[in-house]
Nanobody, 129 residues
Framework: QAQVVQSGGGLVQPGGSLRLSCTAS????????IGWFRQAPGKDHEGVLC????????YYRESVEGRFTMTRDNAKNTVYLQMNSLEPEDTAVYYC??????????????????????WGQGTLVTVSS
């Protein structure tokens, strides 16, 4: 069974850091594009950081560029979202999704593919004093 399991969320003060993990089983993340999305209460999913395997492109949401980065550990079949200098506006449930490399990173981040690919269960990030 192909699935993605997330961890790493929690409560952090403004200016703090968190690292979210997204671990796949049943398939290899190395062959998939990766999207990180977040959903604040009452709002739609919004693309945060997406990397396309098709053209090796990276798209950052402007508000997180310079603060968020993604890394891969192929040996662990895991991708990480490192979040630094967190702000209250970053509070949301964060999701990762792995999809076949058919879209550019900008296309992937523009619209959450809710019925495509392999989604993690989400993890809550709360940035508050």
């Amino acid at each position: 069974q192909a699935q993605v399991v997330q961890s790493g969320g929690g409560l952090v003060q403004p200016g703090g850091s968190l690292r979210l993990s997204c671990t796949a089983s049943g398939f290899s993340l190395d062959y998939y594009s990766i999207g990180w999305f977040r959903q604040a209460p009452g709002k739609d999913h919004e693309g945060v950081l997406c990397i396309s395997k098709s053209d090796d492109s990276t798209y950052y949401r402007e508000s997180v560029e310079g603060r968020f980065t993604m890394t891969r550990d192929n040996a662990k079949n895991t991708v990480y979202l490192q979040m630094n200098s967190l702000e209250p506006e970053d509070t949301a449930v964060y999701y990762c999704v792995a999809i076949p490399p058919l879209l550019t990173s900008q296309q992937l981040c523009a619209r959450a593919p809710l019925h495509l690919g392999h989604w993690g269960q989400g993890t809550l990030v709360t940035v508050s004093s």
